[in-house]
């Protein structure tokens, strides 16, 4: 069974920094686009950041310049380091993976989501 494994996340004060990383496992194919989003509470889902199979990136305003995403395609991982973060990056933050398992077809993973707090 194909998953999406969360870690990291956690408390922080303003200014300071985190980092999420997602593992995938299970049968896996291929994978294609990767990245984080992220819901606060009141608030719909929103992208933070993603990367494609070929390795462009792409974010969101809120966090150009603070946030850098990448991925590890030897260990299927992806992550998410957080810099300068601010009360309003508050939120659980989702990984998700465009993968194709063997003997399926291509579609959306979701991980289970992490915390991520930052105080002021």
């Known amino acids: 069974q194909v998953q999406l494994v969360e870690s990291g996340g956690g408390l922080v004060q303003a200014g300071g920094s985190l980092r999420v990383s997602c593992a995938a496992s299970?049968?896996?194919?291929?994978?294609?686009?990767v990245g984080w989003y992220r819901q606060a509470p009141g608030k719909q889902r929103e992208l933070v950041a993603e990367i494609t199979g070929g390795g462009r990136q792409n974010y969101a305003d809120s966090v150009m310049g603070r946030f850098t995403i990448s991925r590890d395609n030897a260990k299927n991982t992806v992550s998410l380091q957080m810099n300068s973060l601010k009360p309003g990056d508050k939120a659980v933050y989702y990984c998700?993976?465009?993968?194709?398992?063997?003997?399926?077809?291509?579609?959306?993973?979701w991980g289970q989501g992490t915390q991520v707090t930052v105080s002021s």
């Open positions: 998700y993976a465009e993968m194709v398992e063997y003997g399926s077809n291509w579609r959306n993973y």
């Open positions: 299970g049968s896996i194919l291929m994978i294609g686009r």
